[in-house]
């Protein structure tokens, strides 16, 4: 057949919608006909192209039509399941907040809240009274506040204190954490201008001591969270540094990244500094991330001496960071917790994934092998290790169990993209020596069920 008769037979936009199984979905009639519009358009070209030769039935055409607009019904941003084992994985989303934060953000979305109220004197309140005293009581810190995330946290302090000045750091610090956030540019953007001292691997005292003049503002500290420099290393400590900044007049700030209130080292997670530890130290501004080893919600957390919290609060970039009320309550509960470490460890699902016994994913794992077994899936528990991600802890790995998939019927790429996309709650996963690792540290119990279930349907 040629093209023109092939052409003059794709059916008309509104005889498909006409059509019962169309007329049946629950969506709004433009989204509808947008659909209708892009499959008879691709029809059509894919005629013009010699690619076919035979027009689809209009009931085949239906069935292509309803099965994308169940894929366009689905929102965009939507749970899934991390089967990788990383625990802050970034692009999904990093920390798990705990059933009390859950239970928190969504009242305070939900109705009103006293976010800027003070119920005492039926005044106007501030929205940053409501964690402050927590962050102060945990950490020792003197003051407290809180901003949208960790990166505009370092605008906000840098831009308050080194703005037309010069601000020292170390070259062994010049930190990139991805997302195009990187020192030496922030610092540009800020308006202070950088003086980087030492080498890559070394930096001495005397190096900022050298570099103190005039025009200079701060001393800034960067925890290198996503990489480190071994070997024919020295920096400068927070002491040290403290000292420096108390002899000349000058604050000294530091971007702790991750931001750790638990002591990790106790779980035999080695170099990450606590909060407490740069309180203790003595430094006049702290600042890290919620929603990394804190396990709480994205938020700029900012500690410091009771010298500079007004300035920083009444600074006009402040209020362009502002925190929500639902992160504000997310982290008011996963502060809550901490006063308690050992609740901390069993509630908030960050720690509780760091923190969790191997023989526990063990068991974890031989549960989810039997219930994929019984499936007549073909798999096998092995060990396995894992990175903590969130650009934390970069230098080591967990050991974790995981159990390993050899599908059958399809390729171990195909299984991994059919559990990826597929349209319940989707399955991320990671293939290693070409076997589809199901990594217990991150998944929760309760899900078995269903992935069993996803695995066996991906492997026809
Ligand atoms: C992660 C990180 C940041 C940015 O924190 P966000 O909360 O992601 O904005 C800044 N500095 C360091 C050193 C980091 O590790």
Redesign the pocket.
């Known amino acids: 057949m040629d093209h023109k008769h092939l052409l003059r037979s794709l059916p008309k936009v509104d005889e498909v919608l006409r059509q019962p199984a169309l007329a049946a979905l629950e969506l709004p009639q433009s989204v509808v006909t947008d659909l209708v519009r892009e499959h008879i358009d691709c029809l059509r070209r894919r005629v013009l192209e010699s690619e076919l030769q035979v027009l689809p039935s209009m009931e085949a055409l239906c069935e292509d039509i309803c099965r994308a607009a169940k894929a366009a019904a689905k929102p965009s941003l939507r749970p899934v399941i991390n089967a990788t084992g990383i625990t802050l994985h970034t692009n999904l989303g990093r920390a798990c907040l705990s059933e009390k934060a859950v239970q928190a953000a969504a009242a305070a979305a939900r109705r009103y809240s006293t976010l800027e109220y003070d119920l005492e004197s039926g005044q106007r309140g501030s929205r940053y009274s409501h964690v402050e005293k927590l962050l102060c009581r945990i950490t020792g810190a003197e003051a407290a506040m809180v901003v949208n995330?960790?990166?505009?946290a370092?605008l906000l302090i840098l831009s308050a204190l080194g703005k037309g000045g010069q601000v020292i750091t170390s070259r062994g610090e010049l930190?990139e954490?991805g997302g195009s956030?990187r020192i030496p540019e922030i610092m540009e953007q800020c308006g202070c201008s950088l003086r980087e001292v030492g080498a890559t691997n070394k930096t001495h005292l005397r190096d900022y001591e050298k570099a103190i003049c005039e025009d200079t503002r701060a001393l800034l500290k960067?925890?290198t969270?996503?990489f480190r420099i071994m070997g024919f290393t020295e920096s400068v400590s927070l002491q040290e540094l403290v000292a420096l900044g108390q002899e000349t007049g000058l604050p000294v700030i530091e971007?702790?990244?991750?931001g750790c209130f638990f002591d990790l080292e106790t779980l035999g997670i080695h170099d990450e500094p606590t909060v407490m530890n740069s309180v203790k130290a003595g430094v006049d501004i702290i600042s890290f991330?919620?929603?990394?080893l804190l396990g709480g919600p994205?938020a700029?957390i900012i500690l410091c001496k009771e010298k500079w919290i007004k300035t920083l609060k009444s600074h006009p970039l402040t209020r362009a960071m502002r925190v929500d009320k639902m992160t504000l309550a997310a982290l008011e509960a996963t502060l809550d917790t901490y006063l308690d470490p050992e609740k901390a460890r069993q509630e908030i699902p960050t720690i509780r994934m760091l923190a969790v016994d191997p023989a526990l994913l063990k068991l974890r794992a031989e549960n989810l092998y039997e219930k994929l077994t019984a499936l007549g899936v073909t798999c096998q528990v092995i060990p396995e290790q894992d990175q903590v991600g969130?650009?934390s802890v970069p230098t080591q790995l967990l050991p974790t169990w995981a159990v390993a998939v050899d599908p059958q019927n399809v390729t171990v790429d195909r299984l991994e993209e059919r559990l990826r996309r597929q349209s319940d709650i989707p399955i991320i996963g990671r293939i290693v020596k070409d076997r589809y690792l199901l990594d217990t540290r991150t998944l929760w119990e309760e899900d078995f069920d269903y992935i069993a279930g996803a695995v066996k349907e991906a492997d026809q």
């Open positions: 995330n960790n990166a505009a370092v930190v954490i956030f960067v925890h969270s996503n971007d702790l990244g991750s991330s919620g929603d990394k994205q700029g969130g650009g």
